[in-house]
């Protein structure tokens, strides 16, 4: 690499910085006007609720039935795929003291770190932190290529580029026994979980279709 193509490297660089704080700084905005039109709409539709069972309500019970909706609400919001998304809840990486001890070293001619290929929310600090890339269209998920795998992933030795920065997901994660990702039908003969990759893009297919569906409304 010559020193202008080092010099083009750092302009991306810092495109990709400007582009990820001025976006950064938009959604902050936009996901506190959306907090304040959930909560006013969630007092509404209690509201109603209540008034269409009976004729006399307290502000406790609507304060009660606001919960209810609002969960309800958010959830409707979440499943849009035009909220936010953060780690929750949400731990300081560099004082995380709960990572997995897994020997990947020993497994990765076998699982091809398909663990990298797993769609988890960044957390705020993160994002504010502007190591980790995250999907524009889909903030804050992490950034994956057009192979699935995180942005971040040596594609020849599958190491992680920036593992002194990597997430808390990263770190925590235990491939041996977990219960929401079957890795390993058998964790100590590697014999890897051969529907797992197919889950994960299916799974991925339908995060993104969710994003260019509503880009699509906009």
């Known amino acids: 690499m010559n020193s202008s193509d ?4 750092d302009i991306l660089l810092k495109v990709h910085k400007n582009v990820s ?12 006007n959306t907090s304040k039109t959930l909560e006013s709409t969630s007092f509404l539709y209690a509201l109603i609720e209540l008034l269409n069972e009976k004729g006399i309500l307290t502000i406790e019970e609507l ?5 209810q909706v609002a969960e309800r609400l958010v959830k409707r919001f979440v499943d849009s795929g035009i909220g936010l998304m953060y780690q929750d809840p949400e731990y300081d990486k560099y004082a995380f003291d709960q990572e997995a001890d897994v020997d990947c070293e020993s497994r990765l001619d076998t699982c091809k770190a398909v663990c990298c290929k797993l769609p988890f929310a960044l957390s705020k600090q993160d994002v504010e932190e502007g190591i980790i890339r995250w999907e524009f269209g889909r903030p804050y998920l992490i950034a ?3 192979d699935g795998y995180c942005v971040h992933l040596d594609r020849k030795t599958y190491k992680c580029t ?3 920065h990597r997430t808390v997901p990263c770190r925590g994660f235990d491939c041996r026994n977990n219960k929401t990702w079957h890795v390993w039908d058998d964790y100590e003969k ?3 979980n051969s529907e797992l990759e197919e889950r994960i893009d299916r799974d991925n297919i339908k995060i993104y279709s969710s994003c260019v569906s509503n880009k699509s409304k906009d």
């Open 21 to 32: 704080s001025g976006l950064l700084y938009a959604h902050n905005r936009i996901n506190d």
């Open 63 to 67: 304060d009660e039935r606001k919960k």
């Open 162 to 164: 920036v593992r002194d």
């Open 144 to 146: 994956h290529g057009d």
């Open 6 to 9: 080092e010099s083009l490297a």
């Open 190 to 192: 590697k014999i890897l």
